[in-house]
């Protein structure tokens, strides 16, 4: 097993000391086929994983009696997890040796993203949260390096340190936490953590106040409300890198995360309600966001951070396996969006801003059809992968009683049609909005590039059958899989006829948001650049024809537009913003104040020196 | 051998060490090679006697000095360390001009006091010893002559001065009212009095000051900017680990607990985490950066002097010999960063160092980044270890505090290695071949540690 | 017999003055002036001490004491010559490179 690990390391620390002298060809042979390798591994291990076994390869540290092993948990979770992320890492490697293929940093670029990958895999194979947080930090690490990849860009460096600087206060939480687990527990082991929850050990307060900790390391990581501000910025990486660590795999780690310690966060009811709430706020507050996006990274990144909000609302509920399910058919879908639109900007010469764009289709057709199969599966258009799981989790939330999340999550959904419609639209319908010099370069990307969109695709189409919902069939196999690895099972009773229903209403949604974006940016282009062109222009359309269409903007289209530009200029900026950026200043403020005590004149070192002195012995009179 | 012998050897090797080359220079013409050859083989006889006589305890001259393991596992670390700064001196003293033979004798001289430092247990020998250690450093700081070395020296000198008056006051206190000067038997006598505890305090001062212990440490920043990175990195460890070997022989004796000091250290320590590390964030010299994590690093070590004997003397060393070659190897990098005239260790002079000299950017970003106590490196564990040991004993809060501190020390490590890394810039430093071979044994150090913690532990045991 | 506290509180005076000349005095010489003043302070100190409890391990510390004070005043005064030949330094107050 512990091969899965060596492949990736290996691979890694030889093009980080013999990078230079290996031609493009070797390095884009050895890279992805180190990921296959493991790959093929944990696939040959794959049937083991259902016993939960737990692979020891050496006691790594002992405090007293506190154990720490290098161990690694191979159980159901950790499985669908490794081959979730050796399977779409490997496709991603292949996109990228396509991809970066000018780049002159080329074996540089995969020593990353090899380092990343075996992270990646430290980080959901770990039997110990110590080791975990090993992982964290290994990801974390590789992915400032990759978004700072291109660092004679300012802002991508700039952008680099930003992710850097909001993980830090994550991580802070996410260590308390753990300290205060080892303080409690006495123990790292995951498993002895849930069952000393779930037993009752550790007091619900204190199973709340670590659950919460936990969760401000998750925000962190996972890009949620107050902590996401990082993911959009982070865009400025190469793309690939987005697809697999902004997407598919790193950010969804916090999710991870809560589910592997279910036990505790299912005794922790306080820190599981806010797990939820933060969430589903997120999902729904990151959507509206999207919509008025222009750049079509920053409309998936936001997209991303909405629906990892619809993962951790569903930890958040109890809905631990239909998180997970979630996870893994966003991998593929979120994955594929984002190659698709790097083979759209690797096609536009690297514009990424979509009003630039349009009908894309004639050019490019593999990567449309790729692209709309995903934007189907997230908008949770019946029949792929992203309907099953996102029925699943809205269904188990309306029937654990958590309606007012339940609607909002709901409407959500109809967001997320509607600006995933938005982007296809606008890129691949219309008219073509880029100069000549661009369209006479417009091409189809080379094989190395769609084959792996082309699988994805196939994922992101028939992923979601593992799990069908109740009103078809009782089993569902996902969660018979994955039963094994819940500590408290959930008890809720899906009533079928009500699910069937609901069902009906969110498909019915997604299929709405679809014909708004339809309607908007195919049949009357020209409408939404002029409403979100302010309100003197909604004077003179009121004097002209369109009496019906205002009206109708007034109700559809003016709350989104206005709505989530007026969250995104007095809220997200001033409020999350400023609170990030200002913990960061207050810090440096109280350095420099620090340094300017350092006067450097004698004086005043031998007062600091008497200041001390007579501090101590006024502390010994004071008797303390 | 009597135990007299054994016990003052180590001493006696490092003076007469330095006093031999010292007078090197009077028969041989054209010394310098000669000078840097015999101080390799010094440093590499002082440790012998740890070999011999580890597991041994003696004493001599009416207990005034005494041998045990601990000291013995000083002498070797102490050995690491005075080599690795005697490599890397090799090519700093030719390009600053420093007078090699003068260097080494006052580097082995210093030695020679902290050996004696950690094997004394009467004051007045604790007196001297730091006094040869402080008249050695001092000069030490100044031998380059120019400019910054001899403020800083001057600076070093005139605080340094007053702090040890403070300390010898302490002594006399000390003296006066328990009548000895053998630490153990003050203690063990239980007769604590406010003069004697004011003693003790004042004592103490002397030794934080020493151990850059905020509000004592202010001169840390500017001696070690000053001073020639050789000389910095000596400082930034070899003293620091002889009072710490020192203060956990005093935990043996319950010394922390019987005074009630906790709470002073707790407070002194806390101060010196945030105030180091705070103030690091907006330094624009690589030196001063590693002085105010020097600082903020003394800061953890000292939080560690709560816990009590077996586990400090487990974690301290630990955190101790990590901290050691982290920061070693920091200093070597840093140390080749002057262009003849000067030191040159601005941040900005290192901009894209990282695509010139590959290895020994790595080398260096692997030391911070361990400085740092990001997982899974050995700095990682040093400070794990540390935190536990002390939440076990009830120490939350000064946990929390810690902590947070290795949160806000984040970033001004990773800012040197975005420099590092995400820069572009022109200057080139050469390293030679001294240089590369202590950063390549760092390497292997902390890589092995990294991987295998426990193997300190195996050896403290036996 | 004098009285003891009377013979410490001296001491600790002229210590403290001591800081104050090192403190007040602008000129190396006249620092180092007052750090001897408050090391002898000390040494009368010591010496008393040794009367009181009849030990001489007191006196013999002073005879150390007073080696080191020679070795402070000569390093001293060396560092103050370097400053003053080489730089032209001879207030404390223009020694204020090294800060921040």
């Known amino acids: 097993?512990?091969?899965?690990?060596?492949?990736?390391?290996?691979?890694?620390?030889?093009?980080?000391?013999?990078?230079?002298?290996?031609?493009?060809?070797?390095?884009?042979?050895?890279?992805?086929?180190?990921?296959?390798?493991?790959?093929?591994?944990?696939?040959?291990?794959?049937?083991?994983?259902?016993?939960?076994?737990?692979?020891?390869?050496?006691?790594?540290?002992?405090?007293?009696?506190?154990?720490?092993?290098?161990?690694?948990?191979?159980?159901?979770?950790?499985?669908?997890?490794?081959?979730?992320?050796?399977?779409?890492?490997?496709?991603?490697?292949?996109?990228?040796?396509?991809?970066?293929?000018?780049?002159?940093?080329?074996?540089?670029?995969?020593?990353?993203?090899?380092?990343?990958?075996?992270?990646?895999?430290?980080?959901?194979?770990?039997?110990?949260?110590?080791?975990?947080?090993?992982?964290?930090?290994?990801?974390?690490?590789?992915?400032?390096?990759?978004?700072?990849?291109?660092?004679?860009?300012?802002?991508?460096?700039?952008?680099?340190?930003?992710?850097?600087?909001?993980?830090?206060?994550?991580?802070?939480?996410?260590?308390?936490?753990?300290?205060?687990?080892?303080?409690?527990?006495?123990?790292?082991?995951?498993?002895?953590?849930?069952?000393?929850?779930?037993?009752?050990?550790?007091?619900?307060?204190?199973?709340?106040?670590?659950?919460?900790?936990?969760?401000?390391?998750?925000?962190?990581?996972?890009?949620?409300?107050?902590?996401?501000?990082?993911?959009?910025?982070?865009?400025?990486?190469?793309?690939?890198?987005?697809?697999?660590?902004?997407?598919?795999?790193?950010?969804?780690?916090?999710?991870?995360?809560?589910?592997?310690?279910?036990?505790?966060?299912?005794?922790?009811?306080?820190?599981?309600?806010?797990?939820?709430?933060?969430?589903?706020?997120?999902?729904?507050?990151?959507?509206?966001?999207?919509?008025?996006?222009?750049?079509?990274?920053?409309?998936?990144?936001?997209?991303?951070?909405?629906?990892?909000?619809?993962?951790?609302?569903?930890?958040?509920?109890?809905?631990?396996?239909?998180?997970?399910?979630?996870?893994?058919?966003?991998?593929?879908?979120?994955?594929?969006?984002?190659?698709?639109?790097?083979?759209?900007?690797?096609?536009?010469?690297?514009?990424?801003?979509?009003?630039?764009?349009?009908?894309?289709?004639?050019?490019?057709?593999?990567?449309?059809?790729?692209?709309?199969?995903?934007?189907?599966?997230?908008?949770?258009?019946?029949?792929?992968?992203?309907?099953?799981?996102?029925?699943?989790?809205?269904?188990?939330?309306?029937?654990?009683?958590?309606?007012?999340?339940?609607?909002?999550?709901?409407?959500?959904?109809?967001?997320?049609?509607?600006?995933?419609?938005?982007?296809?639209?606008?890129?691949?319908?219309?008219?073509?909005?880029?100069?000549?010099?661009?369209?006479?370069?417009?091409?189809?990307?080379?094989?190395?590039?769609?084959?792996?969109?082309?699988?994805?695709?196939?994922?992101?189409?028939?992923?979601?059958?593992?799990?069908?919902?109740?009103?078809?069939?009782?089993?569902?196999?996902?969660?018979?899989?994955?039963?094994?690895?819940?500590?408290?099972?959930?008890?809720?009773?899906?009533?079928?006829?009500?699910?069937?229903?609901?069902?009906?209403?969110?498909?019915?949604?997604?299929?709405?948001?679809?014909?708004?974006?339809?309607?908007?940016?195919?049949?009357?282009?020209?409408?939404?650049?002029?409403i979100s062109n302010k309100i003197p222009f909604i004077y003179k359309l009121l004097l002209n024809k369109y009496y019906v269409d205002e009206i109708y903007e007034f109700v559809f289209v003016n709350p989104f537009v206005f709505g989530s530009e007026g969250i995104y200029e007095w809220f997200d900026k001033p409020v999350i913003d400023g609170t990030v950026n200002g913990s960061g200043k207050t810090t440096l403020f109280l350095g420099k104040l620090l340094s300017k005590l350092q006067t450097g004149q004698i004086r005043d070192y031998i007062y600091s020196i008497l200041f001390g002195v007579a501090l101590l012995l006024t502390l010994l009179l004071m008797g303390v | 051998m009597s135990d007299t012998y054994i016990t003052s050897l180590p001493v006696i090797l490092a003076a007469l060490s330095g006093i031999l080359i010292l007078v090197l220079d009077l028969f041989i013409k054209k010394s310098e090679k000669i000078v840097f050859f015999f101080s390799i083989l010094f440093s590499i006889i002082i440790p012998l006697p740890a070999f011999l006589f580890y597991g041994l305890k003696t004493k001599a001259f009416s207990n005034q000095l005494l041998t045990d393991n601990l000291s013995y596992i000083f002498l070797m670390l102490i050995s690491i360390i005075s080599l690795s700064v005697i490599l890397i001196s090799f090519s700093y003293n030719k390009r600053r001009e420093i007078r090699y033979n003068e260097f080494y004798a006052l580097l082995f001289l210093a030695n020679a006091g902290l050996i004696s430092i950690v094997s004394s247990y009467n004051l007045l020998v604790l007196f001297l010893s730091f006094e040869i250690f402080s008249f050695s450093s001092y000069i030490l700081t100044g031998i380059v002559k120019d400019r910054l070395s001899s403020e800083a020296s001057f600076k070093y000198i005139y605080t340094g001065i007053i702090s040890s008056s403070v300390g010898l006051l302490g002594i006399a206190f000390i003296y006066g009212t328990s009548g000895s000067l053998y630490i153990d038997k003050i203690i063990l006598n239980g007769n604590y009095n406010l003069g004697l505890i004011a003693g003790f305090i004042l004592f103490l001062i002397n030794i934080f000051f020493k151990f850059s212990i905020v509000p004592f440490h202010i001169w840390t920043p500017d001696v070690y900017e000053g001073a020639p990175t050789p000389v910095s990195s000596y400082f930034s460890v070899a003293p620091k680990l002889a009072i710490i070997i020192f203060v956990i022989r005093l935990i043996n004796i319950n010394f922390i607990n019987l005074m009630n000091f906790q709470t002073l250290i707790w407070i002194l320590s806390a101060a010196t985490i945030l105030w180091g590390n705070l103030a690091a964030l907006k330094q624009k010299n690589l030196k001063r950066i590693m002085a105010y994590s020097a600082i903020a690093h003394s800061g953890y070590i000292s939080m560690g002097f709560l816990i009590p004997f077996d586990l400090a003397y487990k974690y301290l060393i630990f955190y101790s010999i990590s901290y050691i070659f982290l920061n070693l190897s920091a200093f070597t990098f840093i140390s080749y960063l002057t262009n003849g005239v000067k030191d040159d260790a601005e941040l900005e002079n290192i901009s894209g160092l990282s695509q010139k000299k590959p290895f020994e950017s790595f080398v260096f970003t692997l030391a911070l980044i361990s400085l740092a106590g990001f997982p899974p490196t050995v700095g990682f564990f040093a400070k794990f270890y540390l935190f536990i040991a002390l939440i076990k004993q009830g120490f939350l809060y000064i946990t929390l505090i810690a902590i947070l501190g290795t949160v806000i020390s984040v970033f001004y490590y990773f800012r040197i290695i975005m420099y590092l890394y995400f820069k572009e810039g022109e200057k080139e430093f050469g390293f030679d071949i001294w240089g590369r071979i202590v950063l390549f044994f760092n390497m292997i150090i902390i890589l092995f540690l990294s991987f295998y913690p426990e193997i300190i532990f195996k050896f403290l045991r036996g | 017999m004098i009285c003891g506290y009377s013979v410490i509180f001296l001491s600790i005076v002229l210590f403290l003055i001591g800081i104050a000349i090192f403190i007040s005095k602008k000129t190396f010489i006249m620092m180092l002036i007052g750090a001897e003043f408050s090391l002898n302070a000390i040494n009368l100190l010591l010496v008393f001490f040794s009367k009181v409890k009849n030990n001489l391990d007191g006196q013999i510390f002073v005879i150390f004491s007073l080696t080191v004070a020679a070795i402070e005043v000569a390093t001293g005064i060396a560092i103050a010559v370097i400053l003053y030949r080489k730089h032209k330094i001879q207030k404390r107050e223009d020694l204020k490179e090294l800060k921040g």
Not at chain 1, 149 to 172: P, T
Not at chain 1, 190 to 212: H, T
Not at chain 1, 426 to 438: A, L, N, S, W
Not at chain 1, 504 to 511: K, P, Q, T
Request: proline share 3%.
């Open chain 1, 1 to 530: 097993m512990i091969w899965v690990l060596i492949f990736p390391l290996l691979s890694s620390f030889l093009l980080v000391v013999f990078g230079k002298y290996l031609s493009k060809k070797i390095v884009s042979f050895t890279a992805p086929l180190s990921i296959l390798i493991s790959f093929i591994i944990s696939l040959f291990y794959f049937s083991r994983a259902s016993e939960g076994i737990i692979y020891k390869i050496y006691n790594w540290i002992s405090v007293g009696n506190l154990k720490i092993d290098i161990a690694l948990k191979w159980d159901p979770l950790s499985s669908v997890m490794v081959l979730m992320v050796t399977g779409v890492s490997f496709l991603i490697h292949v996109y990228a040796t396509g991809y970066m293929h000018e780049d002159k940093s080329f074996s540089r670029f995969f020593a990353y993203m090899n380092l990343f990958t075996f992270f990646m895999l430290v980080l959901v194979l770990s039997s110990s949260i110590i080791m975990m947080f090993v992982g964290w930090e290994g990801v974390g690490l590789c992915s400032y390096l990759l978004i700072g990849f291109w660092f004679e860009k300012e802002s991508a460096s700039k952008a680099g340190m930003k992710a850097f600087i909001v993980n830090r206060i994550g991580d802070l939480g996410f260590l308390i936490g753990i300290f205060w687990i080892l303080y409690t527990v006495k123990s790292a082991d995951f498993d002895l953590i849930n069952a000393a929850a779930v037993s009752g050990k550790i007091p619900v307060a204190i199973a709340s106040l670590i659950g919460i900790l936990l969760f401000i390391g998750a925000t962190g990581k996972s890009a949620q409300i107050p902590l996401y501000v990082w993911l959009p910025d982070a865009m400025e990486g190469p793309t690939p890198v987005s697809a697999l660590i902004h997407a598919a795999t790193m950010v969804t780690a916090g999710v991870y995360m809560i589910v592997r310690l279910n036990g505790l966060f299912s005794v922790a009811h306080f820190a599981s309600t806010v797990v939820a709430v933060v969430g589903v706020f997120t999902a729904f507050y990151a959507a509206t966001i999207a919509i008025t996006q222009n750049d079509i990274k920053k409309v998936l990144a936001y997209s991303t951070i909405s629906q990892i909000g619809y993962m951790i609302f569903a930890a958040g509920i109890g809905a631990y396996s239909a998180a997970i399910f979630h996870l893994i058919t966003h991998a593929f879908f979120k994955a594929l969006l984002f190659l698709g639109a790097g083979s759209v900007i690797h096609a536009m010469g690297g514009i990424q801003d979509m009003r630039k764009m349009g009908n894309l289709r004639k050019y490019m057709p593999v990567t449309f059809y790729t692209f709309l199969i995903a934007g189907l599966a997230i908008s949770g258009i019946p029949g792929f992968a992203g309907f099953f799981s996102k029925d699943e989790i809205l269904a188990s939330s309306y029937f654990s009683g958590h309606k007012i999340l339940w609607s909002i999550g709901v409407l959500t959904a109809l967001l997320t049609a509607f600006y995933i419609f938005r982007l296809i639209f606008m890129t691949f319908y219309g008219k073509e909005r880029m100069d000549e010099e661009t369209k006479h370069h417009l091409h189809e990307s080379p094989k190395s590039m769609t084959i792996p969109l082309i699988i994805l695709a196939f994922f992101a189409a028939i992923g979601g059958y593992v799990s069908l919902p109740k009103f078809i069939s009782e089993h569902s196999i996902w969660e018979e899989y994955l039963h094994k690895i819940i500590y408290v099972k959930s008890e809720l009773h899906f009533i079928h006829s009500i699910e069937l229903n609901l069902t009906l209403l969110s498909s019915a949604l997604a299929f709405l948001g679809v014909l708004i974006a339809w309607y908007l940016y195919v049949k009357k282009p020209n409408l939404p650049i002029i």
